[in-house]
């Protein structure tokens, strides 16, 4: 079963990387048995992917067992060079534990707090889709646990620069999304950070887009997302999209 946009949203990424997944997909009689689905998402679909800035996202369902990832991963790395990703990203989940993604298994963004945009926004590469196994959750309703969820990565990333830089990032692209973005589209992000004129959500996010440089260190950016995650968590009424 395709997604009914597929043919739409997958001229945004070359039909070639597709078909060379699909293709070394089928030649593999373990994998084909295994996988339920293997789908592209985010900026590759959504139409702003930027070479040497973007990851290329995939998310694969299996049935089973996950001792088939590493074939897959070098399926999704040998098929997609030619995308100059950052780096191609394979997140994956059992499909036993779809229909609660926030108390089963692992509690991916794209399948919670960033949901519309994920069920707007992928293609089906192999396998069925899953938009009518998840449970539908509203943006709103997430915010709190979003962002108590950034608190705990900041300290648990405590010397990890890299990671301390992309979990700010998202702190700005939440504030973004609680000001005015209408989707997770860079410029939408970019326009919504240069009106709320928070010049560190505005350095840290423009330091991303500027092929993910790291400008910042650790004590700014910890304090950073301190800041702006009390903030939002003491708003008396969250302004959402």
């Known amino acids: 079963m395709q ?59 299996l049935k089973s067992s996950d001792e088939l990832l590493p074939s897959l991963r070098r399926i999704l790395e040998d098929c997609a060079k030619s995308a100059c990703a950052v780096e191609v990203d ?22 919670t707090i960033y949901q519309e945009d994920f069920l707007k926004n992928h293609v089906v590469i192999y396998g069925e889709d899953i938009i009518e196994i998840l449970p539908k959750y509203r943006f709103e309703e997430l915010i709190e646990w979003r962002v108590t969820r950034l608190l705990k990565l900041s300290d648990v990333n405590v010397g990890d620069l890299k990671m301390l830089h992309i979990t700010a990032g998202e702190v700005a692209r939440l504030l973004a999304l609680l000001n005015g973005a209408k989707t997770l ?57």
């Open 3 to 61: 997604n009914p946009n597929q043919n739409s949203k997958g001229n945004e990424m070359d039909e070639t990387i597709i078909n060379c997944i699909k293709n070394k997909i089928k030649e593999d009689p373990g994998l084909m048995d295994e996988l339920y689905s293997l789908l592209l998402y985010g900026s590759a679909v959504r139409g702003d992917f930027i070479e040497g800035v973007s990851d290329l996202d995939f998310f694969a369902v």
């Open 90 to 111: 394979l997140a994956w989940e059992f499909l036993e534990n779809l229909d609660d993604p926030l108390n089963k298994g692992v509690p991916f963004k794209f399948l």
């Open 185 to 241: 589209k860079k410029e939408d992000v970019l326009e919504a950070l240069q009106k709320l004129k928070d010049e560190d959500a505005l350095s840290i996010y423009a330091s991303y887009l500027n092929k993910r440089s790291m400008l910042f260190d650790e004590e700014f950016l910890r304090s950073f997302i301190a800041t702006r995650c009390n903030k939002i968590l003491k708003r008396p009424k969250l302004k959402t999209r």
